[in-house]
């Protein structure tokens, strides 16, 4: 390729908030605190779904995958912003512009379909409590877990190749703080109408298919928990349940936001603010949302760290 359709240059300027200097320090610090949360508290719940037997069902392996998931998609992104809100250097390489694009599709993809297959364990699991063990048997669970990552995968891998075939004329100035499918396309000096409709088109699969499984899941789910006479019992389903609402509920709501809504409609400001909410804020508080309802959870984590623990 040639210098003029873009491929001649080694690298983006991710120009993130270099426009606002005070919000890039409050940025910094708030940052780093919720990415250090966000450590915490996946690895927390990683490491009490593995130590605890209790823990050890197909809900606590849905969640680890999830929790391992937040991990990687936050140090996927987070790392580097720190970085270029504390300096002048807003630049990144062209490899690591696209491993990062790779990367954060990858992994939010996984985690739509991810959040899909925890609606169908709930389903199972209150619906059919007789056969759950039967149904979510752990070969199954495995396969749907591997099925998750490698739809991702397929579509990560479609998305960027398709995103840097668009040709560039030298543009190299990213309005973003991190390398995504908009902002990239911004750039394009050709029509890009077919690749957002196909990104478009791929989003409502990948997005919308998900959502309409979780509500036919949690319509079932409803249905069944009206018929439980105990208040306790209905405590506790709605407990776990709404958990797993609220995170659906924030994770969708901003994907759907930043991939679905029409490209003339798309404000870069905005689109700054809503990926800071699915990259990093949604990762920090699916621990917490997890954990302070959940018995189960706050159980394990006083036999831990009390020294209750017994291996046996």
Same mark, same amino acid.
């Given at each position: ?7 001649? %240059? ?34 927390? =719940? ?33 790392? *580097? ?45 209150? @619906? ?22 490698? =739809? ?6 479609? *998305?960027?190749?398709? #995103? %840097? ?23 394009? @000096? ?50 776990? @349940? ?18 679905? *809504? ?19 804020? #949604? ?7 997890? #954990? ?21």
């Amino acid at each position: 390729m040639d210098p003029k359709n873009g491929s001649s %240059f080694t690298g983006f300027i991710l120009l993130g908030f270099s426009d606002r200097p005070q919000l890039e320090r409050v940025l910094f610090v708030v940052l780093l605190i919720f990415y250090l949360l966000t450590l915490l508290g996946n690895t927390t =719940i990683i490491a009490l779904s593995r130590l605890d037997p209790h823990l050890q069902t197909p809900m606590y392996f849905f969640l680890s995958n999830l929790s391992f998931l937040d991990l990687c998609y936050t140090t996927s992104t987070v790392p *580097q912003l720190l970085v270029h809100l504390r300096g002048a250097d807003k630049s990144i390489s062209f490899a690591a512009c696209v491993a990062q694009l790779f990367v954060s599709l990858w992994l939010g993809s996984t985690e739509c379909i991810l959040l899909g297959v925890m609606a169908i364990d709930r389903y199972a699991a209150i @619906c059919r409590p007789l056969h759950y063990t039967v149904i979510m048997h752990p070969r199954l669970c495995a396969l749907m877990a591997s099925a998750s990552w490698f =739809i991702g995968f397929a579509n990560s891998s479609l *998305q960027t190749v398709l #995103t %840097f075939l668009v040709p560039l004329c030298g543009r190299n100035k990213i309005d973003h703080f991190l390398c995504e499918v908009p902002p990239l396309l911004k750039l394009a @000096c050709v029509d890009t109408t077919v690749n957002e409709s196909e990104l478009f088109f791929v989003g409502v699969i990948i997005l919308l298919i998900p959502v309409a499984l979780i509500t036919f899941s949690y319509g079932r789910i409803v249905r069944a928990v009206l018929r439980i006479k105990s208040a306790a019992g209905q405590r506790k389903v709605f407990g776990t @349940c709404g958990s797993h609402l609220t995170v659906v509920s924030l994770f969708y709501g901003t994907a759907i936001y930043a991939y679905l *809504q029409p490209s003339n409609n798309y404000s870069q400001d905005q689109g700054k603010f809503i990926s800071l909410f699915y990259t990093i804020v #949604t990762p920090m508080v699916n621990p917490f949302i997890y #954990t302070l309802r959940n018995k189960d959870v706050t159980g394990a984590m006083r036999k831990v760290f009390c020294g209750g623990y017994d291996s046996r």
